[in-house]
Antibody
Framework: QVQLVQSGGEVKKPGASMKVSCKAS????????IHWVRQAPGQGLEWMGW????????NCAQNFQGRVTMTRDTTIRTAYMDLRSLRSDDTAVYYC?????????WGQGTFVTVSS | SYVLTQPPSVSVAPGDTATILCGEN??????VHWYQQRPGQAPVLVIY???DRPSGIPERFSGSNFGDTATLTISRVEAGDEADYYC???????????FGPGTKVTVL
């Protein structure tokens, strides 16, 4: 069965960087784009960007341009999302999501707290 | 950029029908997807391409999309349907993906 397993939660200081991993199984990793979606506490879902694991091409929302990098290691079927220059309002649960028929499979989420 | 609107909340009695709306100009010309998010859990896809239901989603969940409004309908509502529901579209001009603000469904 399709699974996306994410790395564990982190606490970061303002100005630092974070890196979340997303390990895929149960399907051909390079056949589907991986998206990143975040959710601040008590808030709605915010799309961050997508990444093509086959070509390495990415596209991200304007809010994150210049601050986010999406990469992958196809040998271990894992996608990564780096977010730099963290601020307190980056505190959120970060999800990796497969785009198949819509966002059909979600990771369990990674809670990142940004606090001094 | 594309902005979807949803009512903040909907309340429904068990066994009744919940109707959750998602609005934007000319939304009927786009494909709308719906997600259910129970407290503390990751979202789950419940309707894709306006009307299709993934395997494992009860037939009580249905969708439609005409004009400026897409609708998620939950028939014979159960306590377990209490959750936040988000609509979502793809903006082809920017190749960006947009979520609605979400509707909290409360089962009375």
């Amino acid at each position: 069965q399709v699974q996306l397993v994410q790395s564990g939660g982190e606490v970061k200081k303002p100005g630092a960087s974070m890196k979340v991993s997303c390990k895929a199984s149960g399907y051909t990793f390079t056949d589907y784009n991986i998206h990143w979606v975040r959710q601040a506490p008590g808030q709605g879902l915010e799309w961050m960007g997508w990444f093509n694991p086959d070509t390495g091409v990415t596209n991200c929302a304007q809010n994150f341009q210049g601050r986010v990098t999406m990469t992958r290691d196809t040998t271990i079927r894992t996608a990564y999302m780096d977010l730099r220059s963290l601020r307190s309002d980056d505190t959120a649960v970060y999800y990796c999501v497969r785009w198949g028929d819509a966002f059909d499979f979600w990771g369990q989420g990674t809670f990142v707290t940004v606090s001094s | 950029s594309y902005v979807l609107t949803q009512p903040p909340s909907v309340s429904v009695a068990p066994g009744d029908t919940a109707t959750i709306l998602c609005g934007e100009n000319d939304l009927g010309n786009r494909s709308v997807h719906w997600y259910q998010q129970r407290p503390g859990q990751a979202p789950v896809l419940v309707i894709y391409y306006d009307t299709d239901r993934p395997s494992g989603i009860p037939e009580r969940f249905s969708g439609s999309n005409f004009g400026d409004t897409a609708t998620l309908t939950i028939s014979r509502v159960e306590a377990g349907d209490e959750a936040d529901y988000y609509c979502q579209v793809w903006d082809s001009e920017s190749d960006h993906y947009v979520f609605g603000p979400g509707t909290k469904v409360t089962v009375l």
